[in-house]
C-alpha cells in the first residue's frame, strides 16, 4: 500500500487550465466564469474598455430602437376630413392633410 501512496506522490502535478477569449481581435486570458459568460452572450458582444489596471471586458451596449409613427401634417396635396375626423375623409385637396412618417 505504501508503495501505491509513493507511486502518487512521484507524479508530476496538473498545471491548473488557463481560459482564453478574442475580444476586439486580442487574445486574453480570463477565468472560467467570465469565459462561460462570453461564451454564453459571444465573442462579438464584448469590447475592450480602457480602465486603471489594463483593459476591461465588457458587454457592448445595445443600439436603441428608432420608432417609426405616422403624423397627420399640413402638406401641398392631402385629405379633408369630415367633421376633423381622420376615420371620415372627404377626398383629396390643395393644402390638405397627410400621414408623415416621423422618426425620433
Not at 13 to 20: D, G, M, Q, T, V
Amino acid at each position: 500500500m505504501s508503495e501505491l501512496l509513493k507511486a502518487l506522490q512521484g507524479l508530476p502535478k496538473i498545471p491548473e487550465k488557463k481560459h482564453f477569449v478574442t475580444i476586439d481581435g486580442k487574445k486574453l486570458q480570463v477565468p472560467l466564469k467570465k469565459k462561460l459568460e462570453i461564451q454564453q452572450h459571444g465573442e462579438e458582444n464584448y469590447m475592450l474598455k480602457p480602465a486603471k489596471f489594463g483593459p476591461e471586458i465588457v458587454l457592448r451596449p445595445k443600439p436603441k430602437k428608432k420608432t417609426r409613427f405616422p403624423v397627420l401634417q399640413k402638406a401641398e396635396k392631402g385629405y379633408t376630413f369630415e367633421a376633423n375626423d381622420i376615420h371620415w375623409p372627404n377626398g383629396i385637396v390643395e393644402g390638405g392633410e397627410t400621414w408623415l412618417i416621423e422618426y425620433e
